[in-house]
Structures are given as structure tokens and as C-alpha cells.
């Protein structure tokens, strides 16, 4: 089962001034660096094409592109960059003096519209671990402001643009671009629906349906997403990998982990709470957080579990047949 294959690929790039941090995050993402040894990488200076498809369900690919480069320029291709492209990320530096950086925002999302209209634009407002809470929502109010105000001078007020803080020392860079892939998937609704009757049906609280490789969730139920707990299930994520890293066995032709089909995991927390890991596919995995006493009921869980990933593979086979609303019902849901 894939996301999506051949042109209907969804693209993301990664813009930004130069050490903004554009390849820290793609390292600390896709790559499971640590935020420290960012502090060694190189600075980009060319366009960096990464491709992540075959070790990630999200498929997407991520451009880097160095800060200064010129839209004007005959080797910077708008056409083909943009067009194909689902959503722009641009990286802002909020450690530093963000002028310049907004006066590129401006010039960058303005040429992109007018190539590809139907582009996500999304700010990350970056390193703000180094800030304190007052400066952080001063710095995002004074951003989101200014950047709009531009637009708006340019007769641009169609152009929307989303904005998250984010920092790769803690999970909200995991968060954010959980929101910006999560606008490139067309069957979210029925995603969320399906974890919704899930949770219900299971005594479940919260269910995330993570891709394993980046920690990014593609859908979750439709309860508000509270920080704590997604860390948790993030945390629970690379302890499974990293046993099954060490402990499962790698065929020959199999990169990537031994994370495979058979995958689960049960954490029983000391409050209370039940963490419970099964993967849906080579990339997939839902994980669920629960009130222990509720665990009790495993084997129905295990049953609506089996039913959901039946109609997840669904949602996605139909991709392109235009008849979602019938998957809510299809007999394969969780009763
Ligand atoms: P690029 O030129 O846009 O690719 O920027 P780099 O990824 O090379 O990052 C420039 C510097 O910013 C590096 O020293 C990183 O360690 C640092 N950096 C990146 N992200 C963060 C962050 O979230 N917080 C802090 N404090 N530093 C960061």
C-alpha cells in the first residue's frame, strides 16, 4: 500500500535564508540525527534534492534550497520547482533579525502562487527554544502580522499563509510538519473518522497513526492532540525500533528496520495508562493510548483493530475513485 505513486507524488520544500535551519530539521526528521550534531553541518549551498520514498510511507521529497538564491536567475526552474509542489515551508530564523527573512518570504511565496496557486504555505518560526514564552508569542504575532501586511499591500490577500513554532530540540518540529503533510493527504477526514469509531468502540483515548521513519502522525481521532502524549507515543516508537533493531532479524534485500508486518508493543505506565503499538504496514503503525482497566477488553481491541487496518488499506486503494463517504460504512469498519 502506498500513499500515492507516480505524479500524484505530494512535494514539500523547505525554503529559507541561509543557517536557518532548513537541513537541521531535515536531518533531525527524516534522518534520526540528533539535534546536537546539527550544530556540525555544513551550510547548503546548491539545491539538495531528498528523496525519502523508499524508506517512508509520506512520500514526499524535500528541497533545500541555499538562502540566497535567484528567482530572476535562468537556472532556478519556477515552473517545474512550484508546480509540482503541495506545500512550501519556509524556515524563519526567530533567533535572529527576522527582516530580511520576511522581505524573502514575500518575494518567495508571491513568485510560487503565481506558478502553482493551489500551494500550502507554511511558516515555521524556527528555534525558539532559545526564547522565552512572552518573546515567542510576541515574535509569532509581529511575523504573522508583518508577513500578511505585505501580502495585503500587494493585493495579494488570497494567498494564506499557516504559521507554527518549532524547534528540533523538542517535539514541535515533529508537530508541525505532522500539520503540513497532513493537508497534503486527501483521505484525512476518513482517516479521523475511522480512529474516531475506533476509540469508541475500544475504550481507547487518543489513537495516532504514525509514519514509523519520521515520527510524523499522517491522522489522528478528532480529540485535541495534547503535547505530552504525543511525546510519549513518540518515545514508545523509537524504543520499539531501536529493539527491533537490535534484536530483529535483518534479511538481506530488507533495508530500513525489521519493523515489519507481526510489529506490536504494549507499555503499561505507572499511572494508570495503557500505550499499545500495532503496525498497520511497512511503514504504518497505530499507536493508542488507554486507560489500563480498559485493556482488559485486548481481544476486542485486537478485533476493531484488525477491522480499521482492513479499511485504512481501503482508503487508500480507492485514492483515486471518487466515493469516500461509502468507506464510513464499508463492512470492514470497527463495530
Ligand atoms: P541551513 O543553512 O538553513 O540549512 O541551516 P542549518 O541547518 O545548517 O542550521 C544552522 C544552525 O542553526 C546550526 O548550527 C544548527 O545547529 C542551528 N539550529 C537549527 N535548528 C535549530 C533549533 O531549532 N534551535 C536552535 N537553537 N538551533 C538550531
Given at each position: 500500500?502506498?500513499l500515492?505513486?507516480?505524479?500524484?507524488?505530494?512535494?514539500?520544500?523547505?525554503?529559507?535564508?541561509?543557517?536557518?535551519?532548513?537541513?537541521s530539521?531535515?536531518?533531525?526528521?527524516?534522518?534520526?540525527?540528533?539535534?546536537?550534531?546539527?550544530?556540525?553541518?555544513?551550510?547548503?549551498?546548491?539545491?539538495?534534492?531528498?528523496?525519502?520514498?523508499?524508506?517512508?510511507?509520506?512520500?514526499?521529497?524535500?528541497w533545500?534550497f541555499?538562502?540566497?538564491?535567484?528567482?530572476?536567475?535562468?537556472?532556478f526552474?519556477?515552473?517545474?520547482?512550484?508546480?509540482?509542489?503541495?506545500?512550501?515551508?519556509?524556515?524563519?530564523?526567530?533567533?535572529?533579525?527576522?527582516?530580511?527573512?520576511?522581505?524573502?518570504?514575500?518575494?518567495?511565496?508571491?513568485?510560487?502562487?503565481?506558478?502553482?496557486?493551489n500551494i500550502?504555505f507554511?511558516?515555521?518560526i524556527?528555534?525558539?527554544?532559545?526564547?522565552?514564552?512572552?518573546?515567542?508569542?510576541?515574535s509569532?504575532?509581529?511575523?504573522?502580522?508583518?508577513?500578511?501586511?505585505?501580502?495585503?499591500d500587494?493585493?495579494?490577500?488570497?494567498?494564506h499563509?499557516?504559521f507554527?513554532l518549532?524547534?528540533?530540540?523538542?517535539?514541535?518540529?515533529?508537530?508541525?510538519?505532522?500539520?503540513?503533510?497532513?493537508?497534503?493527504?486527501?483521505?484525512?477526514?476518513i482517516?479521523?473518522?475511522?480512529?474516531?469509531?475506533l476509540n469508541?468502540?475500544?475504550?481507547?483515548?487518543?489513537?495516532?497513526?504514525?509514519?514509523?521513519?519520521?515520527?510524523?502522525?499522517?491522522?489522528t481521532?478528532?480529540?485535541?492532540?495534547?503535547?505530552q502524549?504525543?511525546?510519549?507515543?513518540?518515545?514508545?516508537?523509537?524504543?520499539?525500533?531501536?529493539?527491533?533493531?537490535?534484536?530483529?532479524i535483518?534479511?538481506?534485500?530488507?533495508?530500513?528496520?525489521?519493523?515489519?508486518e507481526?510489529?506490536?508493543?504494549?507499555?503499561?505506565?505507572?499511572?494508570g495508562?495503557?500505550?499499545?503499538?500495532?503496525?498497520?504496514?511497512?511503514?504504518?503503525?497505530?499507536?493508542?493510548?488507554?486507560?489500563?482497566?480498559?485493556?482488559?477488553?485486548?481481544?476486542?481491541?485486537?478485533?476493531?483493530?484488525?477491522?480499521?487496518?482492513g479499511?485504512?488499506?481501503?482508503?487508500?486503494?480507492?485514492?483515486?475513485?471518487?466515493?469516500?463517504?461509502?468507506?464510513l460504512?464499508?463492512?470492514?469498519s470497527?463495530?
Amino acid at each position: 500500500v502506498s500513499l500515492s505513486t507516480g505524479e500524484h507524488k505530494p512535494r514539500i520544500l523547505l525554503m529559507g535564508l541561509r543557517r536557518s535551519g532548513k537541513s537541521s530539521i531535515q536531518k533531525v526528521v527524516f534522518h534520526k540525527m540528533s539535534p546536537n550534531e546539527t550544530l556540525f553541518l555544513e551550510s547548503t549551498n546548491k539545491i539538495v534534492k531528498d528523496d525519502i520514498n523508499n524508506s517512508s510511507f509520506v512520500q514526499f521529497q524535500i528541497w533545500d534550497f541555499p538562502g540566497q538564491i535567484d528567482f530572476i536567475d535562468s537556472t532556478f526552474d519556477s515552473d517545474t520547482i512550484f508546480g509540482g509542489c503541495g506545500a512550501l515551508v519556509f524556515v524563519i530564523d526567530a533567533q535572529d533579525d527576522y527582516g530580511e527573512a520576511l522581505n524573502k518570504l514575500n518575494l518567495t511565496v508571491t513568485k510560487a502562487y503565481k506558478v502553482n496557486p493551489n500551494i500550502k504555505f507554511e511558516v515555521f518560526i524556527h528555534k525558539v527554544d532559545g526564547l522565552g514564552d512572552d518573546f515567542k508569542m510576541e515574535s509569532q504575532r509581529d511575523i504573522h502580522q508583518r508577513a500578511t501586511d505585505d501580502l495585503n499591500d500587494a493585493g495579494l490577500d488570497k494567498i494564506h499563509l499557516s504559521f507554527h513554532l518549532t524547534s528540533i530540540y523538542d517535539h514541535s518540529i515533529f508537530e508541525a510538519f505532522s500539520k503540513v503533510v497532513q493537508k497534503l493527504i486527501p483521505q484525512l477526514p476518513i482517516l479521523e473518522n475511522l480512529l474516531n469509531i475506533l476509540n469508541t468502540n475500544s475504550a481507547i483515548e487518543k489513537s495516532f497513526l504514525f509514519d514509523v521513519v519520521s515520527k510524523i502522525y499522517i491522522a489522528t481521532d478528532s480529540t485535541p492532540v495534547d503535547m505530552q502524549s504525543y511525546e510519549l507515543c513518540c518515545d514508545m516508537i523509537d524504543v520499539v525500533i531501536d529493539v527491533s533493531w537490535i534484536y530483529g532479524i535483518k534479511e538481506e534485500q530488507q533495508e530500513a528496520t525489521a519493523f515489519d508486518e507481526q510489529s506490536s508493543s504494549l507499555i503499561k505506565l505507572n499511572n494508570g495508562t495503557v500505550l499499545y503499538l500495532r503496525e498497520v504496514n511497512r511503514f504504518l503503525a497505530l499507536v493508542c493510548i488507554l486507560r489500563e482497566d480498559n485493556f482488559d477488553r485486548k481481544g476486542i481491541i485486537d478485533s476493531n483493530f484488525l477491522s480499521l487496518r482492513g479499511a485504512i488499506q481501503q482508503v487508500f486503494e480507492l485514492r483515486n475513485k471518487p466515493q469516500p463517504s461509502s468507506m464510513l460504512t464499508a463492512p470492514g469498519s470497527p463495530i
